[in-house]
T-cell receptor
Framework: KQEVTQIPAALSVPEGENLVLNCSFT??????LQWFRQDPGKGLTSLLL?????REQTSGRLNASLDKSSGRSTLYIAASQPGDSATYLC?????????FGPGTRLSVLP | SQTIHQWPATLVQPVGSPLSLECTVE??????LYWYRQAAGRGLQLLFY??????ISSEVPQNLSASRPQDRQFILSSKKLLLSDSGFYLC?????????????FGSGTRLTVV
């Protein structure tokens, strides 16, 4: 069964810290992996999309890496800000569908 | 550019009433379309997906149904709502086929069944 897990479930850090969110998947036969951000009561906003052939993607203060063989991806957030507070989800594409992780709830304290 | 529209944004319905949520995509053709539900404090649950007009795959047995009457229109329906149908419903699309596209989500519909 294809499963996606995320660690930690919740994280609280002071403003300015660098942090890493983790995503693990059981089936390495993926097409791509996507990181999303969800603010309370809102839809999902795509942050980064990594294809199975890629090792990392960067956008501003965000960097996502992918190690397909070990079934892991990390989302690195540099110099965190209170506006980064949200739930972060990873989604792994298998064929036509995606499997989502449960998310990491991030709080950045001013 | 491609856009996805989902409405209504919020909905309060009594138990036993019907439901119709609509999602449309603009700026692309033959997209894959998806309906997800997110219950309070829980993860995303795939309800239905469609790879073409009239082609619907159901992932979870329930009293909901989906239809795709047009290429870029996806509708989620119920004949009689249950309290357990409350949640946040999200529509999404991706490029068709077995390619490298990611998901793009709509803004969601908050459904409360009372």
């Amino acid at each position: 069964k294809q499963e996606v897990t995320q660690i930690p479930a919740a994280l609280s850090v002071p403003e300015g810290e660098n942090l890493v969110l983790n995503c693990s998947f059981t089936d390495s036969a993926i097409y791509n992996l996507q990181w999303f951000r969800q603010d309370p009561g809102k839809g999902l906003t795509s942050l980064l999309l990594i294809q199975s052939s890629q090792r990392e993607q960067t956008s501003g203060r965000l960097n996502a890496s992918l190690d397909k063989s070990s079934g892991r991806s990390t989302l690195y957030i540099a110099a965190s800000q209170p506006g980064d507070s949200a739930t972060y989800l990873c989604a792994v594409r298998y064929g036509q569908n995606f499997v989502f992780g449960p998310g990491t709830r991030l709080s950045v304290l001013p | 550019s491609q856009t996805i529209h989902q409405w209504p944004a919020t909905l309060v319905q009594p138990v036993g009433s019907p439901l119709s949520l609509e999602c449309t995509v603009e700026g692309t053709s033959n997209p894959n379309l998806y309906w997800y539900r997110q219950a309070a404090g829980r993860g995303l649950q795939l309800l239905f997906y469609s790879i073409g007009i009239g082609q619907i795959s159901s992932e979870v047995p329930q009293n909901l149904s989906a239809s795709r009457p047009q290429d870029r229109q996806f509708i989620l329906s119920s004949k009689k709502l249950l309290l357990s149908d409350s949640g946040f419903y999200l529509c999404a699309w991706s490029v068709s086929g077995w390619g490298a596209s990611g998901y793009t989500f709509g803004s969601g519909t908050r459904l409360t069944v009372v």
